[in-house]
């Protein structure tokens, strides 16, 4: 039985909040540029929404939705991926995670693998329906599921280590 950690919830008002959210941010401009070298490597291993979940996960759902929004809009802007047309369904699955893994650790007081594999399934499932309203094809929403399965074992299984190393220092 793991012990409860600490967790924290920034507020919009402290400094703190904007270095967490930047340092998260930057992680998520830095890991696509990594996993995007291997060809299919973006949609594979979904590394635009890791330090989301990390950044969640340990700092609240402000640093989770700053990251969320403003992670896919950066590297849209500076890298061109992902396309301007896949921008809604990734926000909007971005969002779904930063408040599902915030409302998780706030719950839970607890970082265990069972909490970041009930977080990942659960964006990923509301985050497919929403892409087929968005999108209109089911086939194409459910990519995730189809190409996307290492992504979410790296999150879930790399999302844990992460936030327990966080919580440790």
Not at 37 to 59: D, E, H, K, M, N
């Amino acid at each position: 039985m793991q012990k409860t950690i600490r967790l924290q919830s920034l507020p919009f008002g402290s400094v703190a909040t904007y270095l967490a959210a930047m340092l998260f941010i930057i992680g998520n401009l830095a890991l696509p540029q990594l996993f995007h070298r291997i060809p299919q490597g973006g949609v594979t291993w979904l590394p635009i929404y890791f330090f989301t979940l990390v950044g969640a996960y340990s700092c609240g759902w402000r640093v989770g939705m700053l990251a969320a929004v403003l992670s896919p809009l950066a590297n849209a802007l500076l890298f061109g991926m992902p396309a301007v047309e896949a921008l809604p369904a990734i926000v909007t699955k971005s969002v779904l995670l930063a408040l599902m893994a915030s409302y998780a650790a706030w719950r839970f007081r607890r970082a265990q693998l069972w909490i970041f594999m009930v977080v990942v399934l659960g964006y990923q499932l509301t985050g497919t329906l929403a892409e087929w309203l968005i999108k209109g094809d089911f086939y194409l929403a459910c990519q995730d599921f189809r190409i996307g399965i290492p992504g979410m074992i790296l999150q879930i299984a790399g999302g844990w280590l992460a936030v327990n190393a966080i919580m440790r220092r």
